[in-house]
């Protein structure tokens, strides 16, 4: 089992809290990239969050991840995810050019460089319950921000968008987290 795959399990078996300190991962063979800190987030992030019903096309459907632009992970998400299930789901990665070629995913990574294209990408994701998710500081309409603090990777929780995309979040997702659009 790799190293991404125990640090991916883990969450599941002792909280979410012990994903967020794993950045240093004391006592890895090797250390882990921000990237491959990401993809487990990502990842994580699946069994915090509940979507609507209807949210996958049926009951054999994948649950899928989604990547937009140029793919800053390499092959981490799909080391992450290879074998995994959600909810009796398989989980799929799909990497998507543009937000023109944006097909049903439940999680969607939005890199930084594409954020200048913000409003088409939350105009073709209107009307669906994705879970948008990007780094560094996000614009309203993204509900995820990973932003990358010295060694740490923090959560920024936008709940307003996520009211809006008809997601719930997990109490023990948002506790470690800094909360945003509460208000709404």
Not at 2 to 9: E, N, V
Not at 98 to 122: G, K, M, T, V, W
Request: aromatic share 6%; charged share 20%; proline share 8%.
């Amino acid at each position: 089992m790799g190293i991404l795959k125990r640090i991916a399990t883990r969450p599941r078996a002792l909280g979410l809290a012990l994903l967020l300190t794993l950045v240093g991962l004391v006592g890895a063979a090797a250390p882990v990239s921000e990237y491959q800190l990401k993809a487990v987030f990502l990842f994580n992030f699946a069994h915090f969050v509940e979507w609507p019903p209807g949210a996958l096309a049926d009951e054999n459907a994948p649950f899928v991840i989604g990547v937009l632009g140029k793919d800053p992970f390499g092959g981490s998400l799909e080391e992450v995810v290879r074998g995994e299930l959600v909810s009796h789901h398989p989980l799929a990665i799909e990497r998507y050019p543009d937000a023109s070629r944006l097909r049903n995913c439940q999680i969607l990574f939005i890199p930084a460089p594409e954020l200048q294209h913000l409003d088409q990408i939350l105009d073709a994701l209107k009307g669906r319950s994705v879970l948008t998710v990007t780094e560094g500081p996000a614009p309203p309409g993204v509900v995820i921000a990973l932003l990358k603090e010295d060694s740490h990777i923090r959560l920024r929780i936008d709940l307003a968008a996520a009211k809006a995309n008809s997601l719930t979040i997990s109490s023990k997702l948002l506790r470690p987290a800094e909360i945003v659009g509460a208000g709404s």
